[in-house]
């Protein structure tokens, strides 16, 4: 009947995160020299750790109870699909959570396992080396439940310098002397000669060093939850331990005494409160710019006869209210002449912009501006450079038919201080070989700005996702439709004729990421205006995160 609980847990578990982000679940073993044996441990990775390289985590270490592994808090406890959850719903932060697995060590260094010297000295070490985990103590998170409540409660009082805050699940953490039903009685830590050592307990428990860190001057938050009718008697025992500290640490402890015993529903009931608090203990995480960035190729306007009903003095309001409506903070125009971009932005008001004439260098010909929200961003520099073997002055290159340009901007964010590089072009129509050339100078160009700079470009590619060009750039950059976290939406078709040439799967407008740029959504906008095309072309509309 107990396994079948169990099942019935899981699947409920299971049923609830479906559309969470889902972290990855990956297993360790090391050699311990301490405990002279393998040392097993399991390792929660949050939804997005592999894309975003450069990022750091805080971490959560979890211990089991008495006679337990690593597993009891996946199943039936459930912590996988509660952190990944809570995280989604943005109740926590993202975080590294390590599992380790020592069967009836306690987490002391006992009559036979050293388990907390393994713990402190081996594990977390082998930990911190293997993942991208941050290691200042304000970053550093520890929970148990049973005897991983009393080893945790151990732990931050004796090292309270190591530990930003702590849950303590029905901790079996008693005073004087465990129950005689307790597995305390009989398992190897507290043992002499074959029989449970009341004085090895003593040395061993909390008690023996609370005035120590009291005396200390750090106080590590913790939070205790228990059953009211816990068959070992951890209501009272919780309630002696928060009496003992209330005073010693006012604001920086919690005591939660809820329906049940000393069993997995409690625990699984009590972890996202836990969770909460712990979360709210750790070090404030910088804060990290979202932003709405557009691809749009707006026809160039003098391509249209006076009568036209696409003439641009028509097409202008629907362009603008296109980018106002999207909410873009950054737009990569392409084919636009500098009346276009004069027009948009004396419309659009809160846009500065940057481009030069690719024929000139100047004000003549197309360009592929950038227009750039005043109270979003600061431009800090920009360049023009010619998608030709001679990129600094106005040139064709290979065999293309006309001059294409690449914009680059240097921006820094107002809100959060954080710098990114925007670039924004379009390939030549008909340079096969153009196109090609045209993707590896980029390539060049993203790999001058350094490893660690967040990088966006949009661009008319003049081709779908299959030419050497696209190739090359993703030897530095990533197509945010391929790495977007929702599913896309607008269909597949980014040219349109103004409705005459609308083929399927036609995408050759993109927008491309650097690798720890997270892509949260990609939309293509195919809106009409009773009946009327904005442009020739439908943007392309992303939302980002910067790392």
């Not at 270490?61 to 006679?67: D, E």
């Not at 069967?103 to 991208?132: C, I, K, N, T």
């Not at 931050?156 to 310098?161: C, E, F, G």
């Not at 028509?314 to 106002?324: E, G, P, S």
Request: a neutral charge; glycine letters at 8%.
């Amino acid at each position: 009947m107990l396994g079948l609980c169990r099942a019935l847990c899981c699947l409920m578990l299971l049923s609830l995160a479906l559309g969470v982000r889902a972290s990855e679940l990956v297993t360790q073993v090391f050699h311990s020299q301490i405990l002279q044996r393998d040392y097993r441990y399991q390792v929660l990775l949050p939804d997005g750790y592999a894309r975003q390289q450069a990022r750091q985590y805080p971490v959560l270490y979890l211990l089991h109870g008495a006679g337990g592994e690593e597993g009891e808090w996946l199943d039936p406890i459930g912590v996988r699909q509660t952190v990944d959850k809570m995280v989604s719903q943005g109740q926590i932060q993202p975080m590294v959570v390590v599992l380790p697995a020592h069967a009836q060590g306690w987490w002391v260094d006992g009559a036979r396992d050293r388990s907390e010297s393994a713990l402190l000295q081996e594990l977390m070490p082998h930990a911190q080396s293997h993942f991208r985990i941050q290691t200042a103590r304000q970053t550093q998170l520890i929970a148990g439940f049973s005897a991983g409540g009393y080893g945790a409660l151990n732990l931050v009082l004796k090292y309270p310098q190591r530990f930003a805050a702590a849950a303590l699940l029905s901790p079996a953490s008693y005073d004087p002397l465990p129950p005689a039903h307790s597995s305390a009685m009989t398992q190897p830590p507290f043992q002499t000669g074959g029989k449970f050592d009341p004085g090895r307990w003593q040395a061993l428990n909390y008690t023996a060093h609370i005035d120590a860190y009291k005396r200390s001057g750090i106080k590590v938050p913790l939070y205790i939850l228990s059953g009211d009718h816990d068959t070992f008697g951890i209501a009272l025992q919780s309630a002696q331990l928060y009496e003992r500290l209330r005073l010693h640490q006012p604001g920086e402890i919690a005591l939660r005494i809820v329906d049940g015993d000393h069993e997995d529903p409690v625990w699984r009931r009590g972890l996202p409160e836990a969770l909460m608090f712990l979360n709210a203990r750790l070090r404030p995480v910088a804060m990290r710019e979202t932003l709405r960035v557009m691809s749009y190729n707006i026809r160039c306007g003098s391509c249209e006869r006076a009568n036209d009903v696409n003439h641009w003095s028509r097409r202008k309001f629907l362009v603008a209210d296109v980018i106002q409506k999207s909410d873009a903070d950054v737009i990569g125009l392409q084919e636009a002449e500098l009346f276009q971009v004069q027009d948009l932005s004396s419309l659009l008001r809160d846009f500065a912009w940057v481009g030069l004439g690719r024929d000139d260098g100047q004000e003549k010909g197309e360009m592929t501006a950038v227009l750039v929200r005043r109270s979003a961003f600061a431009i800090t520099s920009s360049k023009t450079l010619w998608l030709s073997p001679t990129p600094d002055r106005p040139s064709k290159g290979w065999d293309a038919m006309l001059n294409r340009t690449l914009t680059l901007l240097h921006l820094k964010s107002l809100r959060t201080g954080q710098e990114l590089s925007f670039l924004n072009t379009h390939f030549d129509h008909i340079g096969k070989v153009a196109r090609n050339e045209s993707g590896k100078l980029i390539a060049k160009v993203v790999q001058e700005l350094g490893p660690n700079r967040a990088v966006i470009m949009s661009g008319d590619f003049n081709s779908d996702a299959n030419f050497p060009g696209y190739q090359s750039l993703n030897e530095s950059l990533r197509d945010a439709a391929r790495m977007s976290l929702t599913p896309l939406s607008g269909g597949g078709i980014s040219f349109n004729g103004f409705g005459t040439d609308l083929q399927p799967n036609n995408k050759i407008d993109y927008v491309f990421v650097s690798p720890e740029v997270e892509v949260l959504s990609h939309r293509l906008i195919t809106e009409l205006y009773d009946g009327l095309y904005p442009s020739d072309h439908f943007p392309v509309l992303v939302q980002l995160r910067l790392p």
